[in-house]
T-cell receptor, first 111, second 114 residues
């Protein structure tokens, strides 16, 4: 089944404890992105990537890092999480930069 | 200049009615305008999209109207059904050498009453 998977789906952590949210797609898509969704703000793009080792900042990159060492994987790294990073996170992939296929989301709580 | 404005914030329509959601943008470099539908507990899914070289696109009961000079675009849902009850997001994007930068509106929560 063609899909975007994210892990974990739910995570509760404490301020300052490094964490990684994984994202993997099995559709051989070139483009991948990370978003955070907060009530009243819609989805805001954190980072995006067009291919392996090709990434750039979106609108809200502060406090996040990404890597694209393999085409199928695009992990999101929070080096020192803070409470304002509590949010619902979505990974998405796209074959040609148009239609995006979203993962199921990761709900992160930082205490 | 990166902002995409969306209205209304919430919308209630009767079954069979027409739902209309409006969006506006400032950045004239945007070249792709999708609408996404999101059900509770799920990721967004593409509903319909348009590029600025056309003024209207229709897919079934869903139509995008695009006004390039006014920098506005809207989603029309004809014959709205209770199953259409969801949150709708408009978006706009530009492409660069690193990928595609998307900006989303804040969303509209649509409720279709039976």
């Amino acid at each position: 089944e063609a899909q975007v998977t994210q892990n974990p789906r739910y995570l509760i952590t404490v301020t300052g404890k490094k964490l990684t949210v994984t994202c993997s797609q099995n559709m051989n898509h070139e483009y991948m992105s990370w978003y955070r969704q907060d009530p009243g703000l819609g989805l805001r793009q954190i980072y995006y990537s067009m291919n392996v080792e090709v990434t750039d900042k979106g609108d809200v990159p502060e406090g996040y890092k990404v890597s694209r060492k393999e085409k199928r994987n695009f992990p999101l790294i929070l080096e020192s999480p803070s409470p304002n990073q509590t949010s619902l996170y979505f990974c998405a992939s796209s074959p040609a930069g148009d239609e995006q296929f979203f993962g199921p989301g990761t709900r992160l709580t930082v205490l | 200049q990166q902002q995409v404005k969306q209205s209304p914030q919430s919308l209630i329509v009767q079954k069979g009615g027409i739902s209309i959601i409006n969006c506006a943008y400032e950045n004239t470099a945007f070249d792709y305008f999708p609408w996404y539908q999101q059900f509770p507990g799920k990721g967004p899914a593409l509903l319909i999209a348009i590029r600025p070289d056309v003024s209207e696109k229709k897919e079934g009961r869903f139509t995008i109207s695009f006004n390039k000079s006014a920098k506005q675009f809207s989603l029309h849902i004809m014959d709205s059904q209770p199953g259409d009850s969801a949150t709708y997001f408009c978006a706009a994007s530009t492409s660069d050498n690193y990928g595609q930068n998307f900006v989303f509106g804040p969303g509209t929560r649509l409720s279709v009453l039976p």
